[in-house]
């Protein structure tokens, strides 16, 4: 029984790792027009152009913030962040 539970536990976790990931991904493509998975699978300098695109992208939006401009989205900005640090490990992870 014990079994039971752990395995149901594991696969709860995966599906919310999978639809954790989904969101990310829908977030990330919203905001930059950029497709995450298809970034990942990316050669490093490819990786490399895309990464500095992003960092464009927040440091306009954290200008935004701290101008408080109207249009500033915490939620814009954390996805791109998560986008960010996601492929820099994926880059890392290649080199």
């Known amino acids: 029984m014990e079994a039971l539970k752990k395995q149901a536990a594991a696969f709860l976790d995966a599906k919310e790792d999978r639809t954790a990931e989904a969101r990310q991904t829908a977030a990330f493509f919203l905001v930059s027009g950029i497709d995450l998975s298809a970034a990942l699978k ?3 300098p490819e990786k490399a152009i895309v990464l500095a695109r992003i960092g464009r992208l927040m440091r306009r939006e ?3 913030g701290v101008r ?3 249009s500033y989205d915490l ?3 954390i996805a ?3 986008a960010y640090d996601r492929l820099k ?3 890392a992870a290649n080199q």
């Open 42 to 44: 990316m050669s490093d």
């Open 62 to 64: 954290r200008l935004k």
């Open 68 to 70: 408080r401009n109207w």
């Open 75 to 77: 939620n814009r900005h």
């Open 80 to 82: 791109l962040k998560q």
């Open 89 to 91: 490990r994926s880059r």
